[in-house]
């Protein structure tokens, strides 16, 4: 109940952001750089009777009920929870802080505020293995079935609609809708990666026994250890490789500091890591 409660604190969070940024600078220029909403501000230029965040729960219940059927239950019940959550909250915003212009009347600074903040929070949706709706179920489905970067799938799946608002709102609002789109699909996977990294270490030291019994009884992480023969010295050693998260690898690296202080440490990013003790490999 812990971590189900854990997951959908994130996603709230998540989904909290894309409304702000969608509703504060993105629908103001009308910058429609794909998903639900970018749908929803082309459809509302022909039928202004429905407010846009209308259209984006009408637009999500179709794209929902098509991740539910073939991406799955658990990516369906999380999902619908961030789409509608987040087309309630914009329409909540419409109601409760009507906005009549844009913010500032520079275009640019509208389209990288509104895109950094909702990407991050689309980025924080995905990585509970969730979505907030739109064309965001597409990409998965995409990544599902023929393993395209989330961003990536989103950016092909967007496209259409950027095209689709420069046949609407003009030439100029298409291109930097498309601009949109492409910086979209960038910050998502580095908010994906950057939420997700650990640290792959490989340490050889005198004390390898002490420090594996740390790794296993402090950290709680499991380690691997290699024979190894020094090229110089001729002297047989072990290394010792574990995968922790930025938080264990600061503790491990203090009490290396702590016990031997010549150690030889190689550090590398890792970007995903699946089995015991990190993402379930069937997400």
């Known amino acids: ?25 993105l629908m103001p220029e009308k910058l429609a750089i794909g998903g639900a ?12 009777i429905l407010s846009i965040g209308t259209i984006m729960i ?24 961030a789409s509608i959550g987040t087309s309630v909250i914009v329409s909540f915003l419409e ?19 509104g895109v950094f903040i909702s990407a991050i929070g ?22 599902k079935f023929f393993g395209i970067e989330l961003g990536k799938g989103v950016l092909i799946s967007d496209f259409a609609i950027t095209i689709m608002a ?5 030439p100029k609002l298409g291109m930097y809708s498309l601009l949109g789109v492409i910086l979209n699909g960038m910050v998502i996977d580095w908010t994906i990666e950057g939420i997700s990294l650990c640290k792959e270490v490989n340490i050889i ?20 250890l290699y024979s190894a023969k ?12 574990t995968v922790v998260d930025r938080r264990d690898f600061i503790k491990l690296k203090n009490y290396i500091k702590r016990i031997d202080k010549n150690a030889f440490i190689t550090v590398s990013n890792v970007y995903e890591v699946l089995g015991d003790g990190f993402k379930n490999i069937e997400e």
């Open 1 to 25: 109940m812990r971590e189900k409660l854990k997951e959908y604190v994130f996603i709230t969070i998540g989904m909290i952001m894309v409304a702000l940024g969608l509703y504060f600078f």
């Open 37 to 48: 909403n970018g749908l929803a501000i082309v459809i509302n230029n022909w039928i202004p």
């Open 230 to 241: 020094g090229a110089y010295t001729g002297n047989k050693k072990d290394i010792v490789v």
């Open 205 to 224: 030291s005198e004390y390898s026994n002490d420090i594996k019994e740390y790794i296993i009884n402090n950290l709680e992480r499991g380690a691997t």
């Open 95 to 113: 109601k409760t802080i009507p906005i009549r212009q844009p913010l500032v009347e520079d275009i640019i600074l509208q389209l990288i505020f």
């Open 122 to 143: 689309i980025g924080i949706v995905f990585n509970q293995n969730a979505s907030t709706g739109g064309t965001d179920v597409i990409a998965k489905i995409m990544n």
């Open 166 to 170: 420069g046949f609407t709102f003009g």
């Open 58 to 81: 009408i637009v999500n219940i179709i794209l929902f009920a098509i991740g539910f059927l073939i991406v799955g239950t658990s990516f369906g019940f999380k999902t619908i929870y």
